[in-house]
Nanobody, 124 residues
């Protein structure tokens, strides 16, 4: 029900914009999050916006390099990633959650719906 896209192969320092689209529905009533997973590692929180809106919450490693935006009515979300590093290489997933406690939304088990992921590869 969620479709992530926009990944690709880039060089260190480049930018990518990931997109997430909810098929046939809006994001009304849902927090929307981005996660990533590298081979052999657990799924890692990247960013989230609460269902009520407000400023996104980012993982510490983002360090002002990424910007998360969403259009609730259209059911779309975007992750603008600048200053990419090789350690950002991963499959990136978008997800939606009906949970309301923002602090819990860095936990991937709190999400109800997941996209299929889009691969981001950053070469050095």
């Amino acid at each position: 029900q969620l479709q992530a896209s926009g990944g690709g192969l880039v060089q260190t320092g480049d930018s990518l914009r990931l997109s997430c689209a909810a098929s046939g529905r809006t994001f009304t009533g849902y927090a929307v999050g981005w996660f990533r997973q590298s081979p052999g590692k657990e799924r890692e929180f990247v960013a989230v916006t609460h269902r009520s809106g407000g400023s996104p919450k980012y993982a510490d490693f983002v360090n002002d390099r990424f910007t998360f935006s969403r259009n609730t009515a259209k059911g779309t979300a975007y992750l603008q990633m600048n200053g990419l590093k090789p350690e950002d290489t991963a499959v990136y997933y978008c997800a939606a959650s009906r949970r309301v406690i923002l602090s819990s939304l860095s936990d991937p088990t709190m999400y109800d719906y997941w996209g299929q992921g889009t691969l981001v590869t950053v070469s050095s």
